[in-house]
Each structure stands twice: as structure tokens, then as C-alpha cells.
């Protein structure tokens, strides 16, 4: 089996040493995914731009895909970084279990986010109506939709680069919860 050290600065293109400075300056380290995209001279550099284009979406509601999708995704990596992520944008520990598990309580919007963003991934970009018509009805737009859609595609980058290289987390490690079904 192929292993994965997580690169160094020294290890990474001259282009990419300069992405992993700015990254320490901005987040105060270098998460070892994003270092792990620098094995690729381009892939880290292209990735943050599409990761940092705007979006409809507000903070909270990218953390609610993103914590779904990498519930769906099985991606361990991901659903640590983005539950401490999620608890700076202000969700409970509990909010963000309900998020994982794929719904929401506490708000109706929010709810209809994470189911739709659930059935995107689950089923390959495939919604029943009623779960389309919730989102909708909760004032989304298909502006928001094709948002949610890039969101997503976003997270299954992450998600599937973890869980094919198992670099270590270097976040608080979460419980581990049953994946997500239909």
C-alpha cells in the first residue's frame, strides 16, 4: 500500500512555498490536507481560488455543507476540521452532531440546506422534489442551488483526497458517527 507523508515546505514547489507562508500567516499553520494538494506544483493554488470565490453562501451556511458532505463522504479529516470551523461560525456541539446526521432543529432554512446538500452527494446530484421544493420553499434560490452544488463539489475534493491519501488530522479529532443513508 502506497504512504503518504503529509510535505514539507521544503518538499513543495518554490510556487507553493509561497501558498503554505501565506496560509501559516492567515490561519497560523499549514493544514496537512491543503499540504498534501501541494504534492501537485498547480492543484493547491487552483484549489484555493475555486475554495475562496464568492459565493452566495453565507459562512454558516458553507460549514452546514460542508459538515454533511463529509459525514456522507466518510471523510474523518474533514468532519473534524469543519466542526471546530463550525463551532468559530457559532454552531453548539450539538448543532453541528444534527448537521452531521444530516438535518436541523433549531431552523427551518437551515434544515432544507442540509438535506438538499445531503441528497446532492448521497445521490450524485439527484433531488427528489419534495426535498428541492423544501429548499426552495425556505427562500433559496437557483442561484443559491448551483452555490450549494459548487460547495459541494468543493467538499468531495477534500473528502476524497483524505480518503485516499489517510493523512493525519491535525484538528481536535471528532466522534465518530453512522454514515449517512438515504
Do not use: W
Amino acid at each position: 500500500m502506497t504512504h503518504f507523508n503529509v510535505p514539507t515546505r521544503e518538499e513543495v514547489s518554490s510556487n507553493n512555498q509561497d501558498i503554505f507562508d501565506n496560509l501559516k500567516k492567515a490561519v497560523g499553520f499549514v493544514p496537512n490536507l491543503y499540504a498534501t494538494i501541494a504534492y501537485s506544483d498547480t492543484a493547491l493554488g487552483n484549489y484555493l481560488q475555486f475554495q475562496n470565490a464568492k459565493t452566495s453562501l453565507s459562512n454558516k451556511e458553507k460549514e452546514v455543507v460542508n459538515l454533511v458532505v463529509s459525514q456522507v463522504n466518510g471523510c474523518s479529516y474533514c468532519q473534524s476540521a469543519h466542526t471546530a470551523i463550525s463551532k468559530l461560525n457559532g454552531f453548539t456541539e450539538e448543532q453541528i452532531l444534527e448537521l452531521r446526521q444530516g438535518y436541523f432543529s433549531s431552523n427551518e432554512k437551515f434544515d432544507a440546506l442540509v438535506k438538499v446538500a445531503k441528497a446532492i452527494t448521497l445521490n450524485k446530484g439527484k433531488v427528489d422534489d419534495a426535498t428541492l421544493d423544501a429548499f426552495f420553499n425556505a427562500g433559496y434560490s437557483k442561484g443559491t442551488l448551483v452555490d450549494v452544488i459548487l460547495a459541494v463539489g468543493d467538499k468531495v475534493v477534500m473528502n476524497y483526497l483524505h480518503n485516499l491519501t489517510k493523512i493525519d488530522i491535525d484538528f481536535p479529532v471528532v466522534q465518530e458517527l453512522e454514515t449517512i443513508q438515504a
